[in-house]
């Protein structure tokens, strides 16, 4: 899959006369709890020629897209974000973004872009707008159980998944892996919760998601663990460091780096 992959984002380069920089799986996939019929969700990154640059009206400005599409190629669902808009989500913590830089799945990556990203990924990331989100997340698929006489395993999942991201953000300042399997051990002693945990995982793999009979002391968990978010966030400050002309220097340096590519 990754051959058919990596030659539909060379089809993207040249219909859309781009260069991709990075791509990776952003779904399942990337947090180990794919099935056998688990859709592909790449995303990418690419950058336009120089020329494009040079010209009064910005990226993202009329017919100048800033992010292409491609959704349901097969089995593969495609998208991805322009240089500029993806650098300045990243000045903001995107969480979506971060959460690609991190992926365990990467089909591809040319020039330092994205290793300097991360290296200024300390830097950058915000605390209390991440774990907010998370948080927000969480709040938002449990309320959704609350309205069901039965509850899906993937929306559990959604439940936890984000619980456990603003969890590691809090605890160790910094991003985590996405690896779900990773954070339930990193989280979760043994017992009947990280049992059932574990049995949750078991039926996604399998692709058997529609219902999940221990629910209930996942969502008292959840509902603790939502709590204890609400409160600690309201501790953390918002990060007020500016790093525009880091970030300047990364797609400078970039658009040196692919001019004999596309110019």
């Not at 996939?29 to 010209?55: M, Q, T």
């Not at 959704?71 to 669902?77: A, D, G, K, L, S």
């Not at 495609?78 to 989500?89: D, M």
């Not at 007020?240 to 990364?250: F, G, M, S, V």
């Amino acid at each position: 899959m990754k051959d058919k992959i990596i030659t539909i984002l060379k089809q993207i380069e040249e219909k859309h006369e781009v260069k991709i920089l990075y791509a990776c799986e952003a779904g399942s996939r990337a947090w180990g709890l794919e099935s056998i019929s688990s859709d592909y969700d790449v995303r990418f990154i690419y950058i336009h020629p120089k020329s494009i640059y040079l010209s009064i009206d910005p990226i993202g400005i009329g017919s100048k897209k800033d992010s292409i599409e491609l959704y349901n190629h097969e089995n593969i669902e495609i998208s991805g974000w322009e240089l500029t808009k993806a650098l300045r989500l990243f000045r903001k913590s995107n969480p979506s973004l971060l959460e690609w830089l991190q992926s365990p799945k990467q089909y591809y990556q040319a020039y330092s872009t994205i290793d300097d990203m991360n290296e200024l990924l300390p830097t950058v990331l915000d605390y209390k707008s991440c774990t907010l989100h998370y948080l927000q997340m969480a709040r938002s698929n449990f309320n959704k159980t609350q309205k069901e006489t039965t509850n899906h395993v993937k929306i559990i999942l959604n439940i936890l998944r984000p619980i456990f991201i603003a969890k590691w953000v809090i605890n160790y300042h910094s991003f985590p892996p996405l690896d779900f399997q990773r954070l339930v051990n990193e989280f979760i002693p043994q017992g009947d919760l990280k049992g059932a945990i574990l049995s949750l995982i078991t039926l996604k793999r399998r692709g058997m998601t529609k219902t999940f009979s221990d629910s209930q002391i996942l969502l008292e968990y959840a509902l603790q663990e939502m709590d204890y978010l609400e409160i600690t966030i309201k501790s953390l400050h918002k990060r007020q460091i500016n790093i525009t002309e880091e970030l300047n220097d990364i797609f400078r340096n970039t658009l040196n780096e692919i001019k004999n590519c596309l110019d």
